[in-house]
Structures are given as structure tokens and as C-alpha cells.
């Protein structure tokens, strides 16, 4: 039963990956629908972000891993190699947490 339904989900993951080549040319959509698009995508990536860095387990998740998000933020706006990025959001969480704050 598993494997059937890790083959569906291959299956469909991979209809929905070929889908848009294949479909480029014969779907056009209007401007304004585009800029939809791009928005709503950047809406459900900031949704994912926000529900992850300050949520577990139902709860808050503490002041520690919002800021260690945070931090990172700053590192990627100010364009900083994604290593250096990551490596300063995980040192700043796990120093935080370190000192005590939860």
C-alpha cells in the first residue's frame, strides 16, 4: 500500500512538472493574472517562513529562532552567501538559546 502511494505521488509530481513545458504555448495569461501569480507565490513562501520560524508544536516557539530568523534575513538582504547566511541565523538561535532565552 505504501509504495502505491509513493508511485501515485511520483506519478502526479511529475504530470504536474511536465505539464508546464508542455502547456507553454497553448495557455496564454493576461498580465494582471501573472502579477497574481508572483504575488500569491511570495505570499505562501512568507506564510511558510512566518509559520516556521515562529510556531512548534502549536505553540510560540520562543524569541530565540525568530530572531535567529531575523538575522538571517538581514545576511540575505545584504546579499551574504546563502553558508554565511545560514550559519549566522543557526549561531544566533543557538546562542540565544545558549544564554537562556527561550
Do not use: H, K
Not at 501515485?8 to 509530481?13: F, H, M, Q
Not at 495557455?27 to 497574481?36: K, L, N, P
Not at 501569480?37 to 511558510?48: G, K, S, V
Request: charged residues 10%; hydrophobic residues 65%.
Amino acid at each position: 500500500m505504501t509504495v502505491a502511494a509513493v508511485l501515485v505521488l511520483a506519478a502526479g509530481t511529475f504530470a504536474l512538472r511536465i505539464a508546464g513545458p508542455l502547456l507553454r504555448d497553448r495557455i496564454t495569461v493576461s498580465e494582471r493574472m501573472q502579477r497574481i501569480i508572483t504575488i500569491a507565490a511570495t505570499t505562501l513562501l512568507a506564510a511558510l517562513v512566518a509559520t516556521q520560524a515562529l510556531t512548534e508544536a502549536g505553540g510560540f516557539a520562543g524569541w530565540a529562532r525568530p530572531a535567529g530568523v531575523l538575522v538571517g534575513a538581514v545576511a540575505a538582504w545584504r546579499r551574504l552567501p546563502f553558508v554565511v547566511v545560514v550559519v549566522l541565523a543557526a549561531a544566533t538561535t543557538a546562542l540565544l538559546r545558549l544564554a537562556g532565552v527561550p
